[in-house]
Structures are given as C-alpha cells and as structure tokens.
C-alpha cells in the first residue's frame, strides 16, 4: 500500500513564497510513477497544478507556468513544489498524486495553503 505524505504548507502574505513536499512510502520503482499536484478551492473542483512524468518532463497548469516549479527525487521517493509570486488565488488544499503502472492511484491527505494578507 502506497502512503503519500505532504507537508509545507502554511498561511503566507501575497507575493511570497512556500515549499510544499511529498514524500511517498510503500511502493517500488518510485522512478516509473507519474507523480503529481493538485488543489482544491473551496466550493471549486480538485485542478491540476503541476505533473512530472517519467523520465523528468514536467507541465504546468496556465495558473502556475512562470511561478511554480516541480522537481523529483526518485533517490528520496519524493517531489517539492516550490510556489513563488503566491496570490489570494492560489489559497487551497495542495494533494499529492501518484500514478503507478498499471492504472494504481493514490492520493495525499492534502496540506492547506492559505494566501492573504
């Protein structure tokens, strides 16, 4: 059973910045996953904000291209979100997804990220 660990999140003043990470546990070959972020706003639907392939390509949402960056750490089973220029916008619950072979989901628990000032 795969269990997804985040942490990093925080309240923050418009402009700044927050590390989130997620650290996943009970699975093998953490370098064949797709592993991504999504957030949930209140009263919106779960979106996706960033995902990283195999192999290290990553995309963006429009909302994070320029702002966000995701990176992996296959040797640490983990991937970081670094969120720069953060905005009210951006205020919601950040989760971890991994996608394993062949067709395996799982999710974080989510940690909140909160934008005002």
């Known amino acids: 059973q795969v269990q997804l660990v985040e942490s990093g999140g925080g309240l923050v003043q418009p402009g700044g910045s927050l590390n989130l990470s997620c650290t996943a546990s009970?699975?093998?070959?953490?370098?064949?996953?797709?592993m991504g972020w999504y957030r949930q706003a209140p009263g919106k639907q779960r979106e996706l904000v960033a995902v990283s392939v195999p192999g290290g390509g990553t995309n963006y949402a429009s909302s994070a291209k320029g702002r966000f960056t995701m990176s992996r750490d296959n040797a640490r089973s983990t991937v970081l979100l670094e969120m720069n220029s953060l905005k009210a916008e951006d205020t919601a619950v950040y989760y971890c997804?991994?996608?394993?072979?062949?067709?395996?989901?799982?999710w974080g628990q989510g940690t909140q990220v909160t934008v005002s000032s």
């Open positions: 997804n991994a996608d394993l072979p062949p067709g395996l989901h799982y």
């Open positions: 009970g699975g093998n070959a953490f370098r064949l996953w797709t």
